[in-house]
C-alpha cells in the first residue's frame, strides 16, 4: 500500500515537471497569435458593406489578411497596428482609394508599405506615432490627394518624401515638431502644382522664407496655414500677416487669434501679430495691391485669386472696360494687364474681375505714376552739379585773366621798357631808364612811342611819400627828350598814372 502511494505521488510529479514548460510557453503563444494577423472576418472583427471593410476599434495588431480585391475603402483606425510592413497585403488592392490608419500608435512604415495600392486617393496616418519620413516613402502614391499626417510626432522629413506625388491636393502636418518649413512643397521650381493646401500649425517652425512667402499666388496662400509657431515677432511677418488679412485669405482670416509671435526676452512672451502694429513694434499700416512706377515704363498688374483658373476680366480707371484694340493696355495670356508706356494720365485704380462656379472676386490695383523719368531725379542733379563747376570754372578762369595775365597793352605800366642793366640794384629805383640810347624811329615804333622800362616792388624802408602819394624813387624823374637832352622834372604819378595807380609786374 506505501509502495501503490509512493508511486503515484512519482507520476504525479513528473506530469508536473512534463506540463511546466508549456505553462511557460502559453503567454509567448498568445503574444505571437496577436502579432500574426488574423484573416478577414466580416462577422466578428469587421464589418463589410459592398466594397467598404471597416475594421475600426476592434483592438487589433495587424492587419487582416485576406483581403477583397475589389476592397475601396479600408477602415482600421483605433487599433493596435504599431508597424506597416511591406507585407501587410500580399495581393495588389487595385481598387483600394482610401485606407485610414489613424490612432493605432504606429511607430514605422516600411519603404514598400504602399507597393500594392498605388491607387490611393486618401491616406490617413494621423495621431500615431510617426517620428520621420524617410526618403520617397510616398513615391508609389501618384494618385494621392490627400494625406493626413497630423498629431504625430514627426521631427525630421526628407526632401523627397513628398516627391512623385503629382495629384496630392491637401497635406496635413500640423501638431508635429517639424522646425524647417517645407519650403521645396511651394517654390515656384519644385513645388507640387497641384497642392492646394498646406498645413503647418503647431509645430516648433521659428523661422519663415517670409519673401517666398510673398511672391506665392494668391490660391496657394489662401490655404497656407502656419499659425501657433514660435515665430519672433518683427514688422516683415506684421505686413505679410496683414496684407493676407486684408485680402480675405482664409489662412489668417480664420484663425486670427492663433496668428501669434515670441516678443524677444526672457519671458517668451506671446502677442498677437495683427497687434504689432499698435502695442510694441508700431510697425507701419499695410495696403493692399499698389504699384508705383516712372514716366515711359512698363508695368504687369496680376489679378490675383484665391481661386485657381477662375475667368478674368479688367477694366480701366473710372471702370471703364478694356478695349480690345488698346495700344497702352493689353491683357496677357496669364490674364495679367501690361500697361505701358506710361504717362501721368495713367495713374488710378485698375480693377480686375475673376468668376468662378462657385465663387465671384474683385481685386482693385491702385497705380501711381511718378511725372518723371525714372533717372529724371539723378539727371537734373548731374545737370546742377555741371552747372555749378562750369561757373566755378569761369570764376577762375576770370580772376587768372584779370590778376595773372601779363598786361601787354601800350598804355600798361612798365609795356615798351628796357630791362636794365643785370648789375642794377632791384631797391635803387622801382622805375628807371635802364641807359642811355637814342630814341630812334625804329625804337619808337617797336615799343610803341614809350621807353622801354621794367616795374619791381621795394622793401617798405625804401619807400618815401610825397603828398600823399607813394614815391617809389625818392627823388624826381629826369626825362631826357631830343638832342637839345632838355630835362623835365615830373611827379612819381608821371609814369604810372597813363593806366593806374598800382604798379604791375612785367
Not at 516683415?236 to 484663425?255: G, I, P
Request: charged share 20%; proline share 5%; aromatic share 8%.
Amino acid at each position: 500500500m506505501m509502495g501503490g502511494s509512493h508511486g503515484a505521488t512519482e507520476a504525479r510529479g513528473r506530469s508536473f515537471i512534463t506540463l511546466l514548460p508549456l505553462a511557460l510557453l502559453l503567454p509567448t503563444v498568445r503574444v505571437s497569435a496577436q502579432l500574426i494577423a488574423s484573416p478577414l472576418d466580416c462577422h466578428k472583427t469587421c464589418v463589410c458593406a459592398s466594397n467598404i471593410v471597416s475594421c475600426s476599434k476592434m483592438n487589433l495588431t495587424g492587419v487582416p489578411t485576406g483581403l477583397l480585391e475589389y476592397t475601396a475603402v479600408l477602415d482600421l483606425s483605433f487599433n493596435n497596428i504599431n508597424r506597416l510592413r511591406a507585407e501587410w497585403t500580399t495581393v495588389p488592392l487595385t481598387r483600394l482609394n482610401s485606407l485610414l490608419l489613424s490612432h493605432n500608435n504606429l511607430n514605422f512604415l516600411s519603404t514598400e508599405a504602399f507597393a500594392y495600392v498605388t491607387k490611393l486617393r486618401y491616406l490617413d496616418l494621423s495621431s500615431n506615432s510617426l517620428r520621420q519620413l524617410d526618403e520617397y516613402i510616398f513615391a508609389p502614391l501618384q494618385y494621392l490627394e490627400v494625406l493626413l499626417l497630423y498629431n504625430n510626432r514627426i521631427s525630421q522629413i526628407d526632401r523627397t518624401a513628398f516627391a512623385d506625388l503629382f495629384s496630392l491636393q491637401r497635406l496635413y502636418l500640423s501638431q508635429n515638431q517639424i522646425s524647417r518649413f517645407p519650403l521645396e512643397l511651394v517654390k515656384e521650381r519644385s513645388r507640387l502644382q497641384t497642392l492646394r493646401l498646406l498645413d503647418v500649425s503647431s509645430n516648433r517652425i521659428k523661422n519663415l522664407p517670409l519673401q517666398e512667402f510673398k511672391d506665392l499666388p494668391a490660391w496657394i496662400r489662401n490655404h497656407l496655414y502656419f499659425h501657433n509657431n514660435p515665430l519672433p515677432c518683427s514688422c516683415e511677418l506684421h505686413d505679410m500677416v496683414a496684407r493676407w488679412n486684408l485680402q480675405d485669405l482664409s489662412s489668417v482670416t480664420d484663425f486670427k487669434k492663433n496668428h501669434t509671435c515670441v516678443i524677444p526676452g526672457s519671458q517668451k512672451e506671446k502677442m498677437a501679430i495683427l497687434d504689432l502694429s499698435k502695442n510694441y513694434l508700431n510697425c507701419s499700416e499695410v495696403t493692399v495691391q499698389e504699384r508705383q512706377a516712372y514716366l515711359n515704363e512698363y508695368l504687369v498688374l496680376d489679378c490675383d485669386t484665391r481661386e485657381r483658373d477662375m475667368k478674368k476680366e479688367w477694366a480701366l480707371p473710372g471702370n471703364i472696360p478694356l478695349p480690345p484694340a488698346d495700344k497702352n493696355a493689353l491683357k496677357r495670356k496669364d490674364d495679367s494687364l501690361q500697361i505701358g508706356p506710361l504717362n501721368a494720365d495713367d495713374s488710378g485704380v485698375y480693377t480686375c474681375y475673376a468668376t468662378s462656379d462657385t465663387l465671384n472676386e474683385t481685386i482693385y490695383v491702385t497705380v501711381v505714376v511718378f511725372n518723371h523719368t525714372k533717372s529724371g531725379g539723378l539727371e537734373s542733379l548731374k545737370t546742377a552739379y555741371t552747372t555749378l563747376i562750369g561757373c566755378l570754372f569761369s570764376i577762375v578762369v576770370v580772376f587768372i585773366y584779370l590778376y595773372l595775365t601779363p598786361c601787354r597793352c601800350p598804355c600798361c605800366p612798365g609795356q615798351g621798357l628796357k630791362k636794365s642793366d643785370p648789375g642794377d640794384s632791384l631797391h635803387s629805383s622801382t622805375v628807371s631808364i635802364s641807359q642811355a640810347h637814342e630814341d630812334t624811329g625804329q625804337d619808337r615804333a617797336e615799343s610803341g612811342g614809350f621807353a622801354y622800362r621794367h616795374v619791381a616792388f621795394l622793401q617798405p624802408k625804401d619807400q618815401l611819400e610825397q603828398n600823399g602819394r607813394l614815391n617809389p624813387i625818392g627823388e624826381e624823374d629826369e626825362e631826357w627828350q631830343g638832342d637839345n637832352r632838355e630835362r623835365r622834372r615830373s611827379g612819381a604819378e608821371s609814369i604810372s598814372s597813363v593806366c593806374s595807380d598800382t604798379p604791375m609786374v612785367v
